[in-house]
């Protein structure tokens, strides 16, 4: 009951980092604490996308929408708030590219979770074959984490672009990732199959 409490309470943190997984490297060592998060909540995503591929294809479009927008608001909301608890327990941290951030914490996932539902729309052209599918979905979490972690122009210019409030920052880098790389895929679906 103790457990259950402290998630209600910390409600916005538990989902922030992608029901805790963003904490889970840390299992593996001190010098692992901060590094990654992002790649844990892709792999959220896409578990809950190859689920939806072998369970409901005829539904994967819809759901994906729904679980892209979903985590998109809902991480506008948490993030604010998990990266004040984070900036009072550790203070600012490096990042992996070096930058000092006071917000983007590597352990929030929210944002590689939207964004890599996102990358996953064009999907439903090929759910109808299961095996062909998760291939193709594995090769967009493949480019997302990629990309994430490059963070090629134009998606740079984004997360520095103090027009946004931090909270969209974090969010609108990785949304923007997945929909390139869904228009990417859906132009070589379209030509391909």
């Given at each position: 009951?103790?457990?259950?409490?402290?998630?209600?309470?910390?409600?916005?943190?538990?989902?922030?980092?992608?029901?805790?997984?963003?904490?889970?490297?840390?299992?593996?060592?001190?010098?692992?604490?901060?590094?990654?998060?992002?790649?844990?909540?892709?792999?959220?995503?896409?578990?809950?996308?190859?689920?939806?591929?072998w369970?409901?294809?005829?539904?994967?479009?819809?759901?994906?929408?729904?679980?892209?927008?979903?985590?998109?608001?809902?991480?506008?909301?948490?993030?604010?708030?998990t990266?004040?608890?984070?900036?009072?327990?550790?203070?600012?941290?490096k990042?992996?590219?070096?930058?000092?951030?006071?917000?983007?914490?590597?352990?929030?996932?929210?944002?590689?979770?939207?964004?890599?539902?996102?990358?996953?729309?064009?999907?439903?052209?090929?759910?109808?074959?299961?095996?062909?599918?998760?291939?193709?979905?594995?090769?967009?979490?493949?480019?997302?984490?990629?990309?994430?972690?490059?963070?090629?122009?134009?998606?740079?210019?984004?997360?520095?672009?103090?027009?946004?409030?931090?909270?969209?920052?974090?969010?609108?880098?990785?949304?923007?990732?997945?929909?390139?790389?869904?228009?990417?895929?859906?132009?070589?679906?379209?030509?391909?199959?």
């Amino acid at each position: 009951m103790r457990y259950f409490k402290w998630v209600i309470k910390n409600w916005q943190l538990v989902v922030a980092t992608g029901l805790g997984l963003g904490f889970l490297p840390w299992l593996l060592g001190e010098k692992f604490r901060g590094k990654g998060g992002g790649t844990m909540g892709s792999l959220l995503a896409y578990g809950v996308q190859i689920l939806w591929l072998w369970l409901c294809p005829a539904f994967y479009l819809p759901l994906t929408i729904v679980a892209a927008c979903a985590s998109y608001s809902i991480g506008i909301k948490t993030v604010p708030e998990t990266a004040k608890y984070f900036m009072s327990r550790w203070g600012p941290r490096k990042r992996h590219n070096g930058e000092v951030t006071e917000y983007d914490y590597n352990e929030i996932c929210i944002d590689e979770v939207a964004g890599q539902f996102a990358a996953g729309f064009p999907i439903w052209l090929v759910a109808y074959n299961f095996k062909v599918a998760a291939l193709v979905l594995t090769g967009t979490l493949l480019a997302f984490r990629i990309w994430d972690t490059a963070k090629f122009w134009p998606i740079s210019l984004v997360e520095k672009n103090k027009k946004f409030s931090p909270a969209q920052q974090v969010m609108l880098d990785d949304w923007y990732i997945g929909v390139i790389i869904s228009w990417i895929l859906l132009f070589i679906l379209l030509v391909t199959t």
